[in-house]
């Protein structure tokens, strides 16, 4: 059963069949999906729901798909919760992690987006599929298109951090590094893909990928008790997440699931890419590229597809943007991981020292509900982690060893065992 009405122009309204459609021919804009609402009015419905998996499929209903889900099963429905430790370090009253750092097979959000994505270009009828990636989304195609047979190119800037390429590498993928950045990648895959029938995830068949990343907003609402919170932080790199967080948050008011929270959306990019945040600081629509020179490699894309949208979504929402240096970066990836246990990637790092800036300034108050976007592991990026996480403590395994070398963190120590 397929709830998707057919693809729709998001500029000039044009309608288009369901099929490999990704700019308006009359009008160049992108193209997004449309739902028929009314059917899914009628199966989608708080007891359905209660009875599904726990899989982002359990939002099916929703998502650009024709049949049954066959990729990505179990990604999705990652943890959500309340972090207490981090709201005092930060000063606030009500905060939220939602962390897509864990659970999904390739950690990180993109097994969302690749999911729906690769679901769909079996049931289009691709045998290959390939993508851009900045790192995480070479992950995730690598590892879901192994596993449902399906050929897979992969194109990534060849400076990726070692932790990225690996975590393609191991999934058998052919893997091309491009001496460029990810726009240069970007641009070259949108030449091959003319070419070639593939389904390039993040080019030709775009708007099902990108309905994929709904499935953030839909889980935060319901972990929530379908509530949305007053203020989100969502890190940007093509700006697609935002878009689409704001969209979820629209149809589950549209299907009367949650109350208009008013909710503000805030984008995060690091200052060495901040396309996106230079546009809504200026209030502007108009995005200016940049060459990207950031740790926060994941983030880096200097001309967003979406970041038009990005900064609509934003500005329309009462929201502002932040950006971060490499050092507030670093800091911030600690700070999550000393309070609250959470080991992110540098995208992470991105996303909570935005939200700190943004709490300083007085956008964020100190009393509403904030979510903050974890969307990476940080496994994967360890290279600006090595030079300040070093061991300091090594001994001779004999107590005596022990005992003096930590002697000063010892004095006062209870010692008798329990
Ligand atoms: C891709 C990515 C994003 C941003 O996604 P867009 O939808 O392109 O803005 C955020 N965090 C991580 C870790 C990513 O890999």
Redesign the pocket.
Known sequence: MSYMRGLKCRECGRLYPKEVVFVCEYCFGSVEVDYDYDAIRRTFTKASLATRPPSLWRYRELLPIEGEPTVGLTSGFTPFFRAHRLAEALGVKELYIKD?SVSHPTL???DR?VSVALTRAKELGFDTVACAS????ANSVSAHAAKAGLQRFIFIPADLEMGKIIASLIYKPTLVAVEGTYDDVNRLCAEIGSKYPWAFV?INIRPYY?EG?KTYGYEIAEQMGWRAPQHIV?????????T?INKAFKELKQLGFIQDAGTKLYCAQATGCAPIVNTIQAQSDIVKPVKPNTIAK??A?GN???GYY?TKAVLGSGGWAESASDEEIIEAMKLLAETEGVFT?T??GV?LAAAKKLIESGRIPREESLVI?I??NGLKTQEPLLAQLKIKTRIKPTLASFESTLGEQLAGLATRAR
């Open positions: 897509d990180s959000f993109k987006v900045t790192g995480n989304l993040n990108a990343s969502i890190p940007a790199a093509g700006g697609s997440l935002i689409k994941s983030l894309i967003p597809a979406d990005a990637e995208a992470g996303t976007c969307t990476g």
